[in-house]
């Protein structure tokens, strides 16, 4: 069974501040995938990392995948309260597709 | 056009009952998926369904089961309730089965409580 460890669980900053979410796991996965839900809503894909090492930007938003393809952060810097929600991070192999726990995130102005 | 829509969003139902769940993917996705999330567990894959079969399935009990009609459109039924399925059941279409299949769309998800 494959595993993704999401850190942290919960994380209430005030508006301006930076910060980072990290998704672990001992496997390695062919992609990555981090979503953003809403409450009373389902999961919105937010980006798609493939190739170890590969950096991507989205705005305000920065996502890593590790080398190895085992690991990836989110990096939000400024945040805003429009960036609240649950951020999940997923792991593809084969067709199996893993979530993280799942990071709650609040910003308060 | 049209995203996933799931029906009904809310629904109350007691122990040892039995609950059918509907899904309808976007308009030309044949690949939809089931899960289930709750606080403790988190969002858990319960199965994938692609052109009326079933492709992959999660680890879950078999009183979780579901099907997939030709127009693409699935259902998924618990029987059985027990207190611990109260979740919130997200469905997803893509264009195909697969880790190649595309982007995942996620419908609002129909919160199920078993009282």
């Known amino acids: 069974t494959q595993l993704l460890e999401q850190s942290p669980q919960f994380l209430s900053i005030q508006e301006g501040e930076n910060l980072t979410v990290y998704c672990n796991s001992s496997?390695?996965?062919?992609?990555l995938q981090w979503y953003r839900q809403e409450p009373g809503e389902g999961p919105v894909l937010l980006v798609t990392?493939?190739?170890?090492?590969e950096v991507k930007k989205l705005k305000r938003l920065t996502f890593q995948f590790g080398d190895a393809r085992k690991d990836s952060s989110l990096h939000i810097t400024a945040a805003q309260p429009g960036d609240t929600g649950l951020y999940l991070c997923a792991g593809q192999a084969g067709n199996m597709l893993t979530f993280g726990g799942g990071t709650r995130l609040m910003v308060k102005p | 056009k049209a995203g996933v829509t799931q029906t009904p969003r809310y629904l109350i139902k007691t122990r040892g009952q039995q609950v059918t769940l509907s899904c309808s993917p976007i308009?030309?996705?044949?690949?939809v998926s089931w899960y289930q999330q709750t606080p403790g567990q988190g969002l858990q894959f319960l199965f994938e369904?692609?052109?009326?079969?079933?492709?992959n399935k999660g680890n879950f009990p078999g009183r979780f089961s579901g099907r997939q009609f030709s127009n693409s459109r699935s259902e998924m039924n618990v029987s059985t309730l027990e207190l611990g399925d109260s979740a919130l059941y997200l469905c997803?279409?893509?264009?195909?089965?697969?880790?190649?299949?595309?982007?995942?769309?996620f419908g609002p998800g129909t919160r199920l409580t078993v009282l």
């Open positions: 990392v493939v190739t170890g090492g």
């Open positions: 997803a279409s893509r264009r195909v089965a697969g880790g190649s299949g595309g982007e995942q769309f």
């Open positions: 369904y692609f052109s009326e079969t079933q492709r």
């Open positions: 308009s030309g996705h044949r690949s």
């Open positions: 496997s390695v996965f062919s992609s």
